[in-house]
Structures are given as structure tokens and as C-alpha cells.
């Protein structure tokens, strides 16, 4: 169940990076498409679950520090709303990935029946 949520929060920081891209004068979001098309893709067909986890903590710090250390205030309206919300959707991508986890370890440590 919570596979199915994290792939589409990926899937969304694709799109949103992608759309980013075509309308900014900024580089970054390419480096968030190709960094969350690997994260999609080692989740979705590897099962690797802790590519969520890891890549929702490099995509929340990188945002927070840029938050922090960059002048955010010269982005324009679209820009800064791209930003946001590459800053607050690793949140859940974090959460659910943990949840994926877990889930998919329950599920190898329980005995066949």
C-alpha cells in the first residue's frame, strides 16, 4: 500500500522538476529529475526502499540549506513555488519510503503459511 504513495510522490518530484526545467532559467531542477528518476527507479524496480529514504533526506537538506545560504527572494512567483514544493515533499517521500520498508521487512520475516 504505502509502495504505491511513495512512487507517486516520486513520480510527482519528477514531473514537477521537469516542468521546472521548461520554464526556469534555473539548472538545479534537471539534477532533481535525473536524482529522482534514479531514486524511482531503484524503488520501483529494485526494491530498494531505503533509496526513498535516502534521497527525501539529500532533497530536504540540499532545499533547506539553499533556503538558508541562497537569496530565495529573487525567485519569481512559479520559481518559488517549485522550490516549496521540492522543499516539503520529501517529507512524505521520507515517511512512506520508512513505511515501505518496514512493510516489505515484515513481510520477508513472516513465516509461510
Do not use: C
Not at 61 to 83: A, P, Q, R
Amino acid at each position: 500500500m504505502y509502495k504505491k504513495i511513495t512512487i507517486g510522490i516520486l513520480i510527482s518530484l519528477i514531473i514537477i522538476n521537469i516542468i521546472w526545467l521548461a520554464t526556469s532559467k534555473y539548472p538545479g531542477s534537471f539534477i532533481g529529475v535525473l536524482f529522482y528518476g534514479v531514486m524511482t527507479f531503484l524503488f520501483w524496480r529494485k526494491s530498494h526502499f531505503q533509496a526513498g529514504i535516502i534521497g527525501g533526506i539529500i532533497g530536504l537538506v540540499v532545499h533547506i540549506y539553499e533556503l538558508i545560504f541562497n537569496n530565495i527572494t529573487k525567485l519569481g512567483l512559479l520559481d518559488s513555488g517549485f522550490f516549496f514544493i521540492n522543499l516539503i515533499l520529501p517529507l512524505p517521500l521520507i515517511y512512506f519510503s520508512y513505511k515501505t520498508y518496514k512493510e516489505s521487512k515484515y513481510r520477508s520475516d513472516k513465516p509461510n503459511s
